[in-house]
Every structure is written in structure tokens, then in C-alpha cells.
């Protein structure tokens, strides 16, 4: 790492038209904090609180998270893409557009967390937990899905054309028809008019 932000407390402050580059951020408080149109390329959070934050138009290009906490956190048209996540907390997250393609979440627990109009194309989502969550709008085009719990999800107007119903736990979940349609079809069945 070029830089190292360690034990700072950033809680309920303005971060806006910033730009970090290979930065390690390590123990830091943004709890409450307003994240801007701000670029985190190739970085490294571990152990950083995002609690209530808002995070609006910001890019976190190939950046990683490890231990992070995301509980009431908004992304708002954010740019995820590349970035790897591991052993972080998400609850009650809420994501609304933006692109997290590339992005892993491979065993990521994601109960309660609310994504609408996301592109996550070529996603690891390997198993996953999202029992309960709303993925509404999403782009799963090509994503890693194996072993994935989405019982009860919410998917209404998801691409769920790579979807293999075999290996991805659905019971409870909500489509649409033509869903139902593209998870018949994937499991051999021939969709015909009555």
C-alpha cells in the first residue's frame, strides 16, 4: 500500500470529490459519515465501520474488504466494480443502482439487505445467504451462484437467465412469470400454452 489511514474517527463527517489510490484504511470509524463522488482505487479496508453511512456516486475500483460493517448502510449509484469482500457484516444494507459487476461476495451473508436496479454481472455470489433480502432489478447475468441461499428473496425484474435451480436454494422466492418461465425452462421443462 502506497498510504495507511489507521485509528481515525470519521464519524458524521463530509468526504467529498476525494481521491484514494492503493490506500490502506485499517480500524477506521465512518459511522454516519457522507461519502461524495469520491474515487477509492486499489484499496484496502479492514476493520472499518461504515454504520449509517451514505455513500452517493462513489467508485471503489479492485478495492477489498475484509471485517468491514455496512449495518444501515446506503449506497446510492456507486461503482463496486472488481472488489472483493470478505467476512464483513451487511445488515440491513440498502444498495439502489450502480455497478458491482466482478465484484465477490462468495459467502457473504446478505439477510435483510435491500439492492434495487444493480448491475452484478459476473458476480461471485458462491454460496451466498440472502434469505428474506430483495434483490429487485438486478443484473445476475453470468454471476457464480452455486450454492446460494435465496429462499424468500425478493427477485422481481432480476436476470436470472444463468440461474441453475439444481445447485441455488429458491423455495419461497419471488419471481415474476417470465421468470418462472427462464427456472422451468433451465431445469428441462418445456413451457407450452394451455
Do not use: H
Not at 456516486?57 to 474488504?65: G, L, S
Not at 424468500?152 to 425484474?157: A, I, K, S
Not at 436470472?160 to 412469470?177: E, F, M, N, Q, Y
Request: glycine share 8%; with cysteine.
Amino acid at each position: 500500500m502506497a498510504s495507511t489511514i489507521r485509528d481515525e474517527d470519521w464519524d458524521d463527517r463530509d468526504i467529498t470529490d476525494q481521491s484514494f489510490e492503493l490506500t490502506l484504511f485499517d480500524d477506521v470509524d465512518l459511522t454516519d459519515s457522507r461519502i461524495s463522488t469520491c474515487v477509492f482505487d486499489r484499496c484496502t479496508f479492514r476493520n472499518v465501520r461504515f454504520n449509517a453511512a451514505t455513500i452517493t456516486a462513489t467508485a471503489f475500483t479492485n478495492c477489498t474488504f475484509v471485517r468491514c460493517s455496512y449495518f444501515g448502510t446506503t449506497f446510492d449509484g456507486c461503482k463496486v466494480v472488481g472488489s472483493t469482500f470478505e467476512r464483513c457484516t451487511f445488515s440491513t444494507m440498502t444498495a439502489n443502482g450502480g455497478d458491482w459487476s466482478f465484484t465477490s461476495l462468495a459467502r457473504a451473508d446478505l439477510r435483510g439487505v435491500r439492492m434495487a436496479d444493480v448491475r452484478m454481472r459476473e458476480a461471485d455470489l458462491t454460496d451466498m445467504r440472502a434469505e428474506g433480502a430483495s434483490f429487485r432489478g438486478i443484473d445476475l447475468s453470468g454471476a457464480m451462484l452455486q450454492g446460494a441461499n435465496l429462499s424468500e428473496c425478493d427477485l422481481r425484474g432480476s436476470d436470472l437467465s444463468t440461474i441453475d435451480p439444481t445447485t441455488v436454494r429458491l423455495r419461497g422466492a419471488i419471481i415474476g412469470w417470465q421468470q418462472a418461465v427462464q427456472l422451468a425452462t433451465a431445469l428441462g421443462l418445456e413451457v407450452a400454452p394451455d
